[in-house]
């Protein structure tokens, strides 16, 4: 399966209208079969069910799960508007996706649907007395079902939205773009290290690149036996002085479609092949609990402390050596990027605010000390927020992160 179609596939199961049709599907089809189901049944119900019984049980499902649906989809919308309006718009996404609560509310829409299906079907007859029977019996297992998702989804409600749980999904979501980066810079390309200055093909409408189909560019490379060098990775916004990639050579209309076509061009971005929006996402996290109207330092310093993990995930990991695309070339992210998109924003509107600085000084000191390659650059970035903080603080403060500085980095410190 190419890796676009899987995307797409993929894309498409976190839809949350998807599941809830999967599961209305599932209850029409339920509903339905049980009159087929009673024509395989050897025995006749002894049990009486009572005039209506089963009919008054429905009538119930359906006015409960009517409101119980609208109650969820409240919620829902709430806490998405809390995440816009407290952390980023950028964390809105991924609240969306949320796994529980887009089955919470396919199985509150799937009983609504099975309780509507089983009410009309009664009403035309179309169920014996062991077809109600066993409608009966599967009204008692959906309500079974009911039960527990209630108790799931109050469980989930609180800390559905709350800002610990939009930092640590924002951080997950950066943590598994870092470490698909960290172990594959180049998406399974060969690495581009000069200038390149092939044929230019551009996309079709402007937009945020979100995913590549490296595997399919190369096929396109050796069937035509030319080198393509990619210049618009993930998070990249594609237009008209950007180009899509360069060809060794000038293409023609329909291999420049083809070319085209291995790219998803959205007017988002997405998560899933971009290392930088989520840490970026973080840092917005981190200036807008910094903005005087907040004023809240501690989530600033709980973002630094996930801003860590995420940049420790891409020092740590060793990359793949192996070539598996030799016909595609790509000039991977630097990691000066990544730093500068994460401690930049900490750095300027934390500057004054001392716990926020020695906090920012610690994180530095020690990624440094993971991987003394970028020791030095994790340093200038320390001496860049110990510029900007020291203007700002008073000389208390001042003082008490200049030693904190030299807790971090050493005695030899001269800041």
Not at 323 to 345: N, T, Y
Request: net charge neutral; charged share 20%; proline share 4%.
């Amino acid at each position: 399966m190419a890796s676009s179609v899987r995307v797409f596939l993929s894309r498409l199961a976190r839809r949350v209208w998807f599941r809830a049709a999967l599961v209305s599907l599932a209850a029409v089809v339920f509903a339905l079969a049980t009159g087929l189901i009673e024509t395989l049944l050897p025995w006749t119900p002894s049990v009486n069910l009572g005039q209506g019984a089963v009919d008054d049980l429905l009538h119930i499902l359906a006015s409960s799960m009517l409101a119980v649906t609208t109650f969820s989809l409240t919620a829902m919308v709430t806490a998405y508007s809390s995440a816009t309006t407290t952390a980023t718009p950028r964390a809105t996404q991924l609240l969306v996706q949320d796994t529980t609560s887009q089955s919470v509310l396919s199985t509150f829409v799937g009983a609504f649907v099975f309780s509507l299906v089983g009410i009309i079907a009664l009403s035309t007859g179309y169920y014996s007395d062991r077809g109600r029977t066993v409608l009966f019996l599967g009204t008692l297992v959906v309500i079974a079902l009911i039960v527990v998702t209630l108790l799931r989804w109050i469980a989930h409600l609180a800390e559905f939205g709350r800002m610990s749980d939009v930092i640590d999904r924002v951080e997950k979501a950066a943590t598994d773009a870092a470490a698909a980066f960290a172990r594959r810079p180049t998406l399974g390309g060969a690495v581009l290290r000069g200038p390149s200055d092939g044929t230019a093909v551009h996309a079709a409408s402007v937009g945020y690149v979100t995913h590549v189909d490296v595997a399919a560019l190369q096929r396109i490379a050796e069937k035509h036996e030319i080198t393509l060098d990619l210049e618009s990775l993930p998070g990249r916004v594609a237009d008209a002085t950007t180009p899509l990639l360069r060809s060794s050579r000038p293409l023609g209309e329909d291999i420049e479609a083809a070319v085209r076509a291995a790219f998803t061009v959205d007017p988002h971005r997405t998560y899933e092949q971009d290392p930088r929006l989520g840490i970026i996402a973080l840092a917005e996290i981190a200036s807008r609990a910094l903005s005087p109207s907040t004023n809240d330092p501690g989530t600033a310093i709980q973002v630094i402390g996930a801003v860590q993990r995420v940049l420790t995930t891409v020092l740590s990991r060793e990359p793949d050596p192996e070539v598996e695309f030799d016909r595609v070339r790509v000039r991977p992210i630097a990691f000066e990027d990544l730093l500068e998109d994460a401690v930049r924003p900490l750095a300027r509107d934390g500057r004054s605010m001392v716990e926020v600085q020695i906090r920012l000084q610690k994180c530095l000191s020690a990624l440094a000390a993971v991987t003394p390659d970028h020791r030095e650059l994790l340093r200038r970035s320390a001496d860049d927020a110990w510029a900007r903080a020291k203007r700002e603080l008073v000389p208390e403060d001042a003082a008490a992160l200049r030693a904190a500085r030299r807790a971090a980095w050493g005695r030899r410190d001269r800041g």
